[in-house]
T-cell receptor, first 113, second 112 residues
Framework: AQKITQTQPGMFVQEKEAVTLDCTYDTSDQSYGLFWYKQPSSGEMIFLIYQGSYDEQNATEGRYSLNFQKARKSANLVISASQLGDSAMYFC??????????FGQGTRLTINP | NAGVTQTPKFRILKIGQSMTLQCAQDMNHNYMYWYRQDPGMGLKLIYY???????DKGEVPNGYNVSRSTTEDFPLRLELAAPSQTSVYFC???????????FGQGTRLTVV
């Protein structure tokens, strides 16, 4: 079975600081993909970053990076130099052999000026 | 290029009524998904499909049915609507392999 766990219901960070959002996963499959999505208050789902289980380097996309620790089964999202527009819900997700795409509970990030 | 289109955007149903939420994608994607999102919560997978004619249950399938007769369309059927089905419903699609899933704008459903 696939499971994603996000243990931080809410995070508060000062503008321009870096922030790490935690995500742990569970699967018995060797091949899988990990995703992060952002959901602003307007409700749409915005894809941020992807990491494959066989990728040797951590994924990066602009200010977003994914800290992938396979042995610990963690895939934390790091946002550098946070901005007010980063305030949103953030979801970690996983797709494995069955092609199910399952999501965690989410973390609400608030950036304070 | 429309992407993933969901209709309707809003709907109010009475208890016991039935309806179909429509989802269409024009990207020739193999995989399609239906989720529900309750207020302040994460996305729960209802049903998914890896291709035309193939569907499978997700985490919360009870009270819902799907079909996938074409690659483009993946309708979600609610039979005998209940207040517990009040939620925002998202449809998503992705191409074979490891690419991101593209989401529709969502359907806000209220059952009264």
């Amino acid at each position: 079975a696939q499971k994603i766990t996000q243990t931080q219901p809410g995070m508060f960070v000062q503008e321009k600081e870096a922030v790490t959002l935690d995500c742990t996963y569970d699967t018995s499959d060797q091949s899988y993909g990990l995703f992060w999505y952002k959901q602003p208050s307007s409700g749409e789902m915005i894809f941020l970053i992807y990491q494959g289980s066989y990728d040797e380097q951590n994924a990066t996309e602009g200010r977003y990076s994914l800290n992938f620790q396979k042995a610990r089964k963690s895939a934390n999202l790091v946002i550098s130099a946070s901005q007010l527009g980063d305030s949103a819900m953030y979801f970690c997700a996983m797709r494995a052999r069955t092609q199910k795409l399952v999501f965690g509970q989410g973390t609400r990030l608030t950036i304070n000026p | 290029n429309a992407g993933v289109t969901q209709t309707p955007k809003f709907r109010i149903l009475k208890i016991g009524q039935s309806m179909t939420l429509q989802c269409a994608q024009d990207m020739n994607h193999n995989y399609m998904y239906w989720y529900r999102q309750d207020p302040g919560m994460g996305l729960k997978l209802i049903y998914y499909s890896v291709g035309a004619g193939i569907t499978d249950k997700g985490e919360v399938p009870n009270g819902y049915n799907v079909s996938r007769s074409t690659t483009e369309d993946f309708p979600l059927r609610l039979e005998l609507a209940a207040p517990s089905q009040t939620s925002v419903y998202f449809c998503a699609s992705s191409y074979i392999g490891t690419t991101e899933a593209f989401f529709g704008q969502g359907t806000r459903l209220t059952v009264v």
